[in-house]
């Protein structure tokens, strides 16, 4: 089974500056993808960047992209020129390679709380 | 831009009474996902339906809860009889196909409490 941890709980920057937020998983898989995904408050689940463990290259999404250490089954999430409407629960997330049906779950953290500061 | 509907968007009840959840998917979506988030903690999925078939409810508690897709397009989610541990936001998510990674969308969620 696939185990994702985010060990920081709670985490806040200000406006503009850039922040890391970590996320560490465990798999026996060599085929995966890895998300981040962002929940605003009271607003529903929005991806925010996806990476395929095949390709070396880090993803990036505007200001958003990724640090992935494939070795060290390391998935951290950079947020550059950080706004307020950056302000949400960010949940890394795993989800098996699979060609058939089901196995398509995501297998999430418990998510970091991170606030931006005006 | 077409979104995951769902309702109700709160719902209290008391004990060993039954609920259930409505999720519309996003048009066209064949896959359509149930998932539990308890307070604090990240989702995770009680059942998976491809079309109006269940792929994957092996995280269903089964003696209480039931799920169906039944034309393969919206999706009730139900609890009978509802307990104190069923508390928690109930999401619906929607994927276009399955497989390869493909984003899933997600819904508002339905937060249930069991008082």
């Known amino acids: 089974a696939q185990t994702v941890t985010q060990s920081q709980p709670e985490m806040s920057v200000q406006e503009a500056e850039t922040v890391t937020l970590s996320c560490t998983y465990d798999t026996s898989e060599n085929n995966y993808y890895l998300f981040w995904y962002k929940q605003p408050p009271s607003r529903q689940m929005i991806l925010v960047i996806r990476q395929e463990a095949y390709k070396q290259q880090n993803a990036t999404e505007n200001r958003f992209s990724v640090n992935f250490q494939k070795a060290a089954k390391s998935f951290s999430l950079k947020i550059s020129d950080s706004q307020l409407g950056d302000t949400a629960m960010y949940f890394c997330?795993?989800?098996?390679?699979?060609?058939?049906?089901?196995?398509?779950?995501?297998?999430f953290g418990t998510g970091t709380r991170l606030t931006i500061i005006p | 831009e077409a979104e995951v509907a769902q309702s109700p968007r709160y719902k209290i009840t008391e004990k060993s009474q039954a609920v259930a959840f409505w999720c519309d998917p996003i048009?066209?979506?064949?896959?359509l996902y149930w998932y539990r988030q308890i307070l604090g903690q990240g989702p995770e999925l009680l059942v998976q339906f491809q079309d109006e078939s269940v792929v994957d409810d092996s995280q269903l508690p089964k003696d209480r809860f039931s799920a169906e897709r039944l034309k393969g397009v919206d999706s009730t989610l139900k609890i009978q009889p509802a307990e104190l541990g069923d508390s928690a936001m109930y999401l619906c998510?929607?994927?276009?196909?399955?497989?390869?990674?493909?984003?899933?969308?997600f819904g508002p969620g339905t937060r249930l409490t069991v008082l």
């Open positions: 048009s066209g979506h064949a896959t």
């Open positions: 997330a795993f989800m098996k390679h699979a060609a058939n049906f089901g196995n398509e779950k995501l297998t």
């Open positions: 998510a929607s994927s276009l196909v399955s497989g390869f990674g493909n984003e899933q969308f």
